[in-house]
């Protein structure tokens, strides 16, 4: 299983956060769900660890709520798929 850390945002990073933002009820019902509550704070807001699983990858995120907007801080990205 192949990881990749990353915290700067690339073109996945933003269209994953602007489609959790699109689809903001459920996001929120996922973070309800299976999400775990990390911290609050002033800065970040509610933060939040929420795993996803997409396109063969298993995708671990941090997630901030902060004055309605829902923010990717981490995301670390796991390759699903056995090498051949």
Known sequence: MKKEESQNP???WRKLQ???NAAKESTL????ERGV?????????FVYQLALSAFEEVIN???????????IHQMVRYNSQKAV
């Not at 019902?29 to 309800?32: Q, R």
């Not at 509550?37 to 807001?45: A, D, K, L, S």
Request: charge should be negative; proline fraction near 0%; include cysteine.
């Open 10 to 12: 690339n073109y996945l």
């Open 18 to 20: 602007g489609h959790l």
């Open 29 to 32: 019902n996922a973070l309800k």
């Open 37 to 45: 509550f990390i911290e609050c704070c002033e800065e970040r807001g």
């Open 61 to 71: 995120l941090e997630i901030g709520l902060k004055d309605g907007d829902i923010i």
